[in-house]
């Protein structure tokens, strides 16, 4: 099956899949195997919950959660991290043996959109840099590791920087979510840890974008010495 095929009929298969689906079914483990996906395979990944997974995965970590299983905080822990270095490594590879190619040939929209927004990053960041915030921006997580690849970043230092950058995300919002059921009085309102998910991810590319603009400014005020 082609990527331009297979991109056409994943997003149907995977509208079922939320992240109380997932949690409800398959706990901890259910948070592995779509981190991994969400981090590592190019064509369906960014259809996946990421940040509205980890969220609600911590949320049920907590003692006062309500309206789904208890999950022990541990496992969730270890397994986001698993599922965010070995999916990250996963789509390295790939974009090593085809990455630019198979981009090209898939034509969802959404999905050239974040391989132009991880290549800016690239460009104006740098590939250690722009690897560890990309992993707090939907889309670009997913294109942004076989994009990598497929540059011939090497092995060694790729692997050291979305280790960091994955740990730095998955870990801090299961623990936002567990923080936030054991704080929020009723814990299991959906509209908490989506809008938490989506502060928390913003939090690290607002700051490097403010940092860029004050460099800007100081590169443009006169000298001085003048």
Same mark, same amino acid.
């Given at each position: 099956?082609? @990527?331009?095929?297979?991109?056409?009929? /994943?997003?149907? +298969?995977? +509208?079922?899949?939320?992240?109380? /689906?997932?949690?409800?079914?398959?706990?901890?483990?259910? =948070?592995?195997?779509?981190?991994?996906?969400?981090?590592?395979?190019?064509?369906?990944?960014?259809?996946?919950?990421?940040?509205?997974?980890?969220?609600?995965?911590?949320?049920?970590?907590?003692?006062?959660?309500?309206?789904?299983? !208890?999950?022990?905080? @541990?496992? =969730?822990?270890?397994?986001?991290?698993?599922?965010?270095?070995?999916?990250?490594?996963?789509?390295?590879?790939?974009?090593?043996?085809?990455?630019?190619?198979?981009?090209?040939?898939?034509?969802?929209?959404?999905?050239?959109?974040?391989?132009?927004?991880?290549?800016?990053?690239?460009?104006?960041?740098?590939?250690?840099?722009?690897?560890?915030?990309?992993?707090?921006?939907?889309? =670009?997580?997913?294109?942004?590791?076989?994009?990598?690849?497929?540059?011939?970043?090497?092995?060694? +230092?790729?692997?050291?920087?979305? +280790?960091?950058?994955?740990?730095?995300?998955?870990?801090?919002?299961?623990?936002?979510?567990?923080?936030?059921?054991?704080?929020?009085? !009723?814990?299991?309102?959906?509209? =908490?840890?989506?809008?938490?998910?989506?502060?928390?991810?913003?939090?690290?590319?607002?700051?490097?974008?403010?940092?860029?603009?004050?460099?800007?400014?100081?590169?443009?005020?006169?000298?001085?010495?003048?």
């Amino acid at each position: 099956m082609s @990527l331009g095929v297979a991109a056409s009929w /994943w997003p149907h +298969a995977v +509208a079922m899949v939320n992240a109380t /689906w997932l949690l409800s079914t398959f706990g901890a483990f259910g =948070v592995l195997v779509c981190i991994f996906a969400e981090s590592g395979l190019l064509v369906v990944g960014f259809f996946l919950p990421g940040d509205t997974l980890l969220v609600p995965a911590g949320l049920l970590c907590a003692s006062t959660a309500r309206g789904g299983p !208890h999950l022990p905080l @541990l496992p =969730v822990l270890l397994c986001a991290a698993a599922g965010t270095i070995a999916g990250a490594q996963a789509g390295f590879w790939t974009g090593r043996r085809a990455g630019r190619a198979a981009l090209a040939r898939v034509g969802n929209r959404r999905l050239r959109a974040g391989a132009d927004r991880a290549e800016l990053l690239l460009t104006r960041y740098g590939y250690a840099k722009a690897v560890v915030l990309g992993r707090f921006i939907p889309v =670009v997580r997913t294109v942004l590791n076989p994009v990598v690849g497929a540059i011939g970043v090497p092995v060694r +230092a790729f692997t050291l920087w979305q +280790a960091i950058g994955g740990l730095a995300w998955s870990q801090s919002l299961v623990l936002g979510g567990y923080w936030l059921g054991d704080s929020v009085r !009723h814990p299991d309102a959906c509209l =908490v840890p989506a809008v938490a998910a989506v502060v928390v991810s913003l939090v690290p590319v607002a700051l490097e974008v403010l940092r860029g603009r004050r460099t800007k400014r100081a590169d443009r005020a006169p000298s001085a010495d003048v």
